[in-house]
């Protein structure tokens, strides 16, 4: 090797971090880890009742119909991936595939994915996970198949669903801005009857005069 010739130092490889969990001993991808699930983005979180909607729309518009429960207005607000995100969370598994438009009670096959044990089960976020191979379009449609025959709701209930169109974000902050408005006008109305009662006006005049000549120990002369 000639005098001139320079070493070429070994490529150092880095494992990224999942930029969900930034930091402590989380902050490792491991074997039985789902990696699509650290790069989703977690929605904002959800009231009780906006959970009891999105249960009640799943069941009258179907799993992933998303434009349609937009379209319906009863979720403002709400994005498709908040919505998906919620979903899984319902159902307890990270795939919702094989509940595709199937008229279902997230909520009941939550309760019942909960229960699962076993070395089989993983769970990521308390959502069941697939660590194994993809699944083909025919073992998803075989599964489609079971859970509408054990779970889809007759279509007699999900047609009779009707859910209620709710205010925009928007409005509800207007509204809440003008009731603070209002509020603010009041409290101002009650601290200028306060200041005057503490701080009364002197009465003008003859009569006031003869309130400070009194108050001095001193006497008008009569005329």
């Known amino acids: 090797m000639s005098a001139n010739s320079t070493k070429t130092a070994p490529a150092v490889t ?19 880890d789902s990696a699509s699930l650290w790069n989703c983005t977690l929605s904002p979180g959800w009231t009780q009742e906006e959970v009891q909607i999105l ?10 119909n998303w434009m349609k429960i937009i379209e319906s207005e009863c979720l403002p607000g709400k994005t498709i ?3 998906n995100l919620q979903t899984q969370r319902m159902l307890g598994q990270q795939s919702t595939a094989e509940f595709n438009g199937l008229h279902i009670d997230a909520l009941q096959i939550g309760e019942i994915n909960s229960k699962k044990q076993g070395p089989e089960i993983k769970r990521k976020n308390n959502c069941i996970v697939n660590t194994g191979g993809k699944l083909t379009r025919d073992e ?8 509408r025959e054990k779970f889809e709701v007759p279509a007699a209930v999900w047609k009779g669903i009707v859910l209620s169109k709710q205010d925009s974000p928007h409005i509800v902050l207007e509204r809440r801005r003008e009731e603070l408005r209002m509020l603010k006008a009041e409290l101002d109305e009650v601290l200028a009857e306060i200041e005057d009662t503490e701080n009364p006006q002197q009465p003008q005049g003859d009569n006031g005069l003869e309130a400070s000549s009194s108050a001095l120990g001193t006497k008008r002369p009569r005329e």
Do not use: C, D
């Open 140 to 147: 998803i449609e075989k599964r489609r198949v079971a859970h």
């Open 55 to 64: 249960q009640q729309a799943l069941l009258r518009f179907g799993v992933g």
């Open 81 to 83: 991936a908040q919505m």
């Open 14 to 32: 880095h494992t990224i971090a999942p930029r969900s969990m930034p930091t402590g001993q989380r902050n490792v991808v491991r074997s039985n």
